[in-house]
């Protein structure tokens, strides 16, 4: 192989590897949590999500099942409630606990309705793009908030945390 040839081919190696490192890199705009979601594909947020919300829910579950083995029956710290007297702990716990049933629909198991909220929250409101993902979701449990209007109303009373840019100070 010529020597010419070979030196357009490592350069041009090099060129290509190049640009798909600049392409792979986050850019400034994607540095907040808004900027990362809406850099992710429909897919990629789908599967955060199921993956959310399979973590939210087996932890709730254990955490509540904790409660029935630290208040036991004769434990004077037993949990009480007057609408359910003598409720176990795990009853109490688990009636607080988020449930995502639009995850559900007749092609079975679809977390796309809450990435769409999200999305359009980032999209329709980029000063909130600080708003963290998972308080969103957390928002969007059944009985609370359902567009993305009702999560800037929310971020607009202080109720949703931001990310702190710590390397500005």
Same mark, same amino acid.
Request: with cysteine.
């Given at each position: 192989? +010529?020597?010419? #040839?070979?030196? @357009?081919?490592?350069?041009?190696?090099?060129?290509?590897?190049? %640009?798909? $490192?600049?392409?792979?890199?986050?850019?400034?705009?994607? !540095?907040?949590?808004?900027?990362?979601?809406? *850099?992710?594909?429909?897919?990629? /947020?789908?599967?955060?999500?199921?993956? @959310?919300?399979?973590?939210? %829910?087996?932890? #709730?579950?254990?955490?509540?099942?904790?409660?029935?083995?630290?208040?036991?029956? /004769?434990? +004077?710290?037993?949990? *009480? &409630?007057?609408? !359910?007297?003598?409720?176990?702990? &795990?009853?109490?716990?688990?009636? #607080?606990?988020?449930?995502?049933?639009?995850?559900?629909? $007749?092609?079975?198991?679809?977390?796309? +309705?809450?990435?769409?909220?999200?999305?359009? @929250?980032?999209?329709?409101?980029?000063?909130?793009?600080?708003?963290? @993902? +998972?308080?969103?979701?957390? *928002?969007?449990?059944?009985? /609370?908030?359902?567009?993305?209007?009702?999560?800037?109303?929310?971020? =607009?009373?202080?109720?949703?945390?931001? =990310?702190?840019?710590? &390397?500005?100070?």
């Amino acid at each position: 192989m +010529p020597r010419t #040839t070979r030196q @357009f081919l490592i350069a041009s190696v090099f060129l290509l590897v190049s %640009l798909i $490192n600049m392409r792979a890199q986050i850019r400034p705009d994607q !540095m907040d949590q808004g900027g990362q979601w809406l *850099s992710w594909s429909q897919e990629k /947020k789908v599967n955060y999500i199921a993956g @959310f919300v399979d973590g939210y %829910l087996s932890g #709730t579950y254990h955490l509540c099942d904790a409660a029935d083995r630290m208040f036991k029956v /004769k434990d +004077p710290r037993r949990v *009480s &409630s007057q609408a !359910m007297p003598g409720s176990e702990a &795990s009853v109490l716990c688990l009636a #607080t606990r988020n449930n995502y049933s639009k995850e559900y629909s $007749n092609t079975g198991i679809d977390f796309s +309705p809450y990435a769409n909220v999200i999305t359009e @929250f980032y999209t329709k409101h980029p000063d909130y793009t600080a708003v963290r @993902f +998972p308080d969103l979701l957390l *928002s969007l449990g059944d009985g /609370k908030c359902d567009t993305a209007d009702q999560l800037y109303q929310r971020a =607009v009373k202080g109720e949703l945390h931001r =990310v702190v840019d710590r &390397s500005s100070k």
